[in-house]
């Protein structure tokens, strides 16, 4: 195979220094470049100034929440929808659910997950050198997940108030809790893979010793607490000690769990309209799988259109959050940065090749929190968003997203499924198609 390599000899690399050297336009790149660095250098000066940052519907959230060095952002934006419900709920101005409740409970669910899926693969001979399995090593532990498997924790654990379960060095910045987990389980499977290894007492001695490090690094979730508050008109309420279950069911009750994942899949060997699931991919054992309707992108738009003017809630999404952001003014565009022309190079791919070829999959979960509408009363011009950065970028944390980008980046929005028609109803009912764990469609924010 090698010998039908070229290599990048001395000939080829001066032609190469020569053809650069031979455009003016190159040299004054380069120095732009390497001065203020490439988006300062391509950002598109008409269309950032020009990117309008008002909407026809808004519904306000408040202040931003901030995940930190942490990838929690889909428990954060669910969350985020979920505190928009219960600050009606309560009549309060502004209220936080405890982002390290949710994270402590997913990641000794996933624990457990963990270790039960690799057992039940190494009772059908999956061999440890297969890429299933090495797959699932290296892709256990993160941060990232899912809207269903967010509700799967609700549902079960329910959620407190952050003041009651707060925030800690861990939780904050999760890289060496994470790493400390990732060579527990590591250790786990190597342990089951030897001979004669006692299976069951391993996952036993994990999920024991999980439990002891996420508490050590998270502290001890409260089982129960007394809730009290003074809503926005300064009168007092007390409703006595409630579980975090209770808790749940009683101030978030907009029907969350009854709602489904639509999923824009361009890819054109899966079919709109069918039900897409991803092998081994969950954290609740028993819990709702994670599947997702696959549908047009205007449809997407539509449904998310209607949740914001029609039901007056944040709507949960997840995206490609990297091409086009400028993350200072908080704005999406896919005309925002010029890099074809301080490059000389023509970026053409379209959405489904960048999935196909790994240039693009859903990497971040934010929540919509306005549209504007043109005055059809249908189609949509641009968004704002609600992200979990912190206030001290973009519109005090809101960013602003043009209509296009939602239609090349945005790969996921979940939904009622009182919106669906009833061929999507029905498709509901049908068996997914099944895509292996590393499809790009699997991919977590």
């Not at 001066?14 to 660095?37: C, D, I, P, W, Y």
């Not at 786990?188 to 069951?200: C, F, L, P, S, W």
């Not at 003014?329 to 490059?343: C, I, K, M, Q, S």
Request: net charge negative.
């Amino acid at each position: 195979m090698t010998d039908t390599l070229k290599a990048l000899d001395h000939q080829t690399l001066t032609a190469l220094n020569e053809e650069f050297e031979s455009k003016a336009s190159n040299r004054v790149a380069m120095n732009a470049v390497t001065a203020a660095g490439i988006d300062e250098v391509s950002r598109n000066y008409d269309r950032s100034r020009l990117l309008q940052r008002r909407f026809s519907v808004t519904v306000d959230n408040g202040e931003v929440t901030s995940q930190e060095r942490s990838g929690r952002c889909w428990l954060f934006s669910s969350l985020n929808v979920a505190r928009f419900i219960a600050k009606r709920s309560l009549n309060l101005k502004e209220f936080e659910f405890s982002q390290n409740y949710a994270m402590y409970f997913d990641k000794l669910e996933r624990i457990n997950y963990f270790v039960q899926d690799v057992a039940s693969l190494i009772a059908k001979g999956e061999p440890s050198d297969s890429r299933l399995i090495q797959h699932l090593l290296q892709d256990v532990m993160g941060d990232g997940g899912q809207w269903t498997m967010a509700l799967n924790v609700y549902e079960k654990y329910g959620a407190v108030p952050k003041d009651l379960f707060p925030e800690t060095a861990s939780s904050r910045n999760t890289t060496e809790m994470n790493h400390r987990l990732r060579s527990l389980l590591h250790q786990a499977v190597a342990h089951m893979y030897a001979e004669g290894a006692d299976i069951e007492r391993i996952i036993k001695d994990t999920v024991e010793a999980g439990h002891r490090m996420l508490t050590i690094h998270l502290g001890t979730p409260p089982t129960s607490f007394d809730w009290e508050w003074t809503d926005a008109d300064g009168e007092f309420h007390r409703d006595g000690e409630i579980t975090p279950q209770e808790f749940w069911k009683k101030y978030v009750d907009a029907g969350l769990e009854d709602y489904v994942c639509l999923v824009d899949d361009p890819r054109s060997e899966h079919p709109k309209g069918r039900k897409i699931g991803i092998e081994h991919l969950g954290n609740v054992v028993g819990g709702t799988p994670t599947e997702y309707l696959n549908v047009p992108g205007q449809f997407m738009k539509d449904c998310v259109r209607r949740i914001l003017a029609e039901q007056g809630i944040p709507a949960w999404f997840g995206a490609d959050c990297h091409p086009m952001m400028d993350r200072k003014n908080g704005a999406w565009a896919t005309d925002l940065f010029e890099y074809d022309r301080v490059y000389d190079v023509d970026f053409d791919l379209d959405k489904e090749q960048r999935v196909r070829f790994a240039d693009s999959a859903m990497n971040h979960a934010m929540a919509f929190v306005g549209v504007d509408v043109a005055d059809d009363g249908t189609t949509t011009r641009r968004w704002r968003v609600e992200n979990s950065w912190g206030c001290k970028i973009a519109d005090k944390g809101y960013f602003t997203m043009d209509d296009p980008w939602f239609s090349e980046y945005v790969y996921e929005v979940a939904v009622p499924k009182s919106m669906l028609p009833d061929e999507y109803l029905k498709a509901l009912e049908e068996p997914a198609i099944m895509l292996p764990a590393w499809d790009p469609m699997g991919a977590l924010a």
